[in-house]
Every structure is written in C-alpha cells, then in structure tokens.
C-alpha cells in the first residue's frame, strides 16, 4: 500500500493550489481517480502519451491534528495527514472519512483530500489536471455535484463516469482485442463491484450504461464490518475493539456459504491475548451482502436481450474489495446454476482488484472529447 505523503501546511486546511499562469502550451496531464470509500486510487500521465506516472493507493482518510500536540510529535508539524499517515498518528489526530456510502458525507474533508491527491500528481501545482472521476452506479444527481463541488479549485476539468464500467475498461487487456479466442469484456459483460460503502453491479455491452443497466446498493464492506462489529459486542461485552480491528479480521477471515466452524481468532482485549470464536459471525454477515446482491444480478440478467443472455451468463465479474470474500465466486456461480440459468460462469477481477476503477478512468481520460469535460475552475 503506497503511504500518502504528510501535508506541509501549518493552517488547518490544505491551501488551494496556486493558480498557474494560463499560456497555451501548459503541460496538460490526465488523471484517473477511483474515489472509494475506504481507499482511493490515482493514476496519472501527461496527455501526449499512454504513460502512467503516478500510480498511488491512499486509505481515503483525513486526520486533523489535534490541539496541544508537542512540537515534533508530527512529521514537520503538521496541522492535516492523510492516509497512511493519519491512520498512523491516530493517538494524536482527529479522524475523518470524507466519504459514506460511496458519497460525499464531509465536504471540507473530501476538499481537503482531494488537494492532497492533486499534490501526488503535480507537486509543483503547475500542470492543468482533467480528472476522470468514478461514482457509484446510478448515483443521485445531488452526489454528483457534490463531487463537483469538491473537485472546484483542484482539479481544472473533470468527467464523472460510473464505477463499474470504468473497472470493466480498466479489467480489459488491450493488447489481446485483436486475438480470436479473447472475450472482450467491455463488449458484453456483468460486473459487480463490490467496495467499502457500496456495491455497484452494471451490465457492460459496449455502450456507456443507462441508468436500466446498472443497480446500486447501499451494502458493502463496511455494512459487513458494522453487523460483525455488533455481533461481537453481544457475545463479548466490553470487549473493546475497534472498528479497524474489526474490518482486518474481516478481511482475514471472511467468507460466504455454509458456516465455518471452527474460526478463532486472536485478539487483544485490556492488553490480554483472547481467542474468539467468529466463524458463525463471520458468516452470517458475508452472506447478508450474498442475499443483498443476488437479486439485484438476477435483475439485471433479466434485463439483457435474448440474444446476448447467454453469453453474458459466460461473463460475470467480481471486483472489489469484495472479490476477495472466500468463495462468493463459486457461490454466486452455484446459486444461479441451482436457479436454472444456462451454464454460467462467475470469476474472479484478481490481484489487481484496487486498480481497476482507476486504470479504467485513465484510460477513459485518454478518450474523452473536448465538449465532454466539465470545468471546475474557482
């Protein structure tokens, strides 16, 4: 995971980016940007070419230096960190998600971070920056612009392109299209991207996706590490963990299917080393995320035309961090077998899961015309 690099700045706010001189031959880079609720990914490179430049994972957190903190305490002393650095200074800051369920839910935090992707771009604040930026599927006009809104002053130009079928674009191998045997899957595909806040599923056909083909559902990683959070508290009260703690043994452990017994896991409480037993608890909550996003797939199975199904059916992909449940691949792919439908086949995005969205929105960036782009100057 890359660490975000410290904030500078002695305000309480990160500076809006200086206002570089506008002649024409201004370096002009492209950035992909997949906004997720638990973790962000930019991917940026000049305009001129396919080069990727920067390439940066950052937990999407903002942490707002406390008062009274000791000089020297924080890197350069610091009034704002981000990512990995305020997650690691959480003795000493105040932590704030920009983001809730895939939106904006702290605007002056999701400003605040996005100055700070910006930075990781263009330290010197001197290119002009046209972000492709991914939503949720079907994600209300009001969230958009608060995206929007965010973006003002950071970036120059930006485009808003749902998350699911900027993953298929960016799961898509270019240098195979011209190969016989490769399935495209942006020509004709099923993605379901299941991420912290929400889970997105959209049909992709080689056209941008209406509003019909996708299906957004407010349940996803952190709905899981909620009802697991619960659940643990009912069985060992004061038990005293953290949600962070939570969401790594749900990340350690979790799976779908028939319970997984036995699960214990070791856990620190009032500094003593205990073993939990979770595997039913685990369970529980990873399959409510399976009952969630079955019906919104079969839906959207039922929406596609006759003459497509089939091989749709031959291409439905997990993404996400949720791809990396255990089994909620060959779940998915027994369940709709059970259901009758025609020989289908459920995998795996892979490894690469967290750059999907964002090579996507890159690759995107490098096709969009001119009239596309919307300005978001101050």
């Known amino acids: 995971m890359t660490t975000a690099t410290i904030e500078k700045s002695p305000s309480t706010a990160s500076p809006a980016p200086p206002t570089p001189s506008r002649k ?15 973790k962000s990914c930019i991917l940026a490179g000049p305009a001129s070419n396919n080069d990727i430049a920067v390439s940066k994972i950052v937990p999407t957190v903002v942490g707002y230096v406390k008062d009274g903190i000791v000089d020297g305490i924080i890197a350069g002393n610091a009034s704002i960190l981000f990512g990995e650095d305020a997650l690691k200074n959480f003795l000493h800051v105040n932590l704030v998600t920009p983001l809730g369920n895939g939106v904006v839910a702290h605007p ?8 700070h992707m910006r930075g990781l771009v263009d330290a010197g604040s001197m290119a002009e920056i ?11 006009e009001e969230a958009r612009e608060d995206i929007r809104q965010c973006a003002t002053g950071v970036f120059e130009r930006v485009l808003l ?19 016989p045997n490769y399935v495209d899957p ?27 083909d996708q299906i957004c559902i407010d349940f996803a990683g952190d709905a899981i590490d909620a009802l697991i959070h619960e659940e643990i508290d009912r069985q ?21 299917g028939p ?25 529980r909550a990873c399959n409510t995320l399976l009952e969630r996003i079955y019906p919104a797939l079969t839906t959207l199975i039922t929406r596609a035309s006759s003459d497509s199904v089939v091989q749709l059916l031959q291409n439905i992909i997990v993404t996400g961090g949720g791809s990396q449940i255990r089994g909620i691949d060959t779940v998915l792919q027994k369940r709709l077998t059970d259901d009758g439908y025609e020989s289908p086949r459920v ?21 969009a015309r001119e009239n596309q782009w919307q300005h978001v100057l101050d």
């Open 24 to 38: 024409a031959d201004r370096k002009i880079l492209l950035a992909g940007f997949d906004l997720g609720t638990n």
């Open 161 to 179: 392109i749902p998350e699911p079928f900027l993953a298929a674009l960016g799961y898509r191998d270019d240098s195979r299209l011209n190969q």
């Open 186 to 212: 942006v020509i004709n595909s099923l993605f379901i991207d299941i991420g912290g806040g929400t889970s997105d599923l959209c049909l992709i056909q080689g056209y941008f996706p209406t509003r019909e």
């Open 259 to 283: 319970v997984r017994k036995p699960t214990d896991v070791k856990v620190i409480i009032g500094g003593k080393a205990r073993m939990l037993e979770l595997g039913e608890t685990i369970g």
């Open 130 to 140: 046209r972000a492709v930026i991914g939503v949720p599927a079907n994600v209300e």
């Open 108 to 115: 002056q935090a999701a400003r605040d971070f996005f100055r």
């Open 347 to 367: 995998r795996l995005a892979g490894q690469d899961y967290k750059r999907y969205v964002a090579i996507g929105a890159f690759k995107a960036a490098h096709a």
């Open 236 to 256: 060992y009260p004061g038990n005293g963990l953290s949600r962070q703690t939570v969401r790594e043994i749900k990340e350690a452990h979790s799976y779908v």
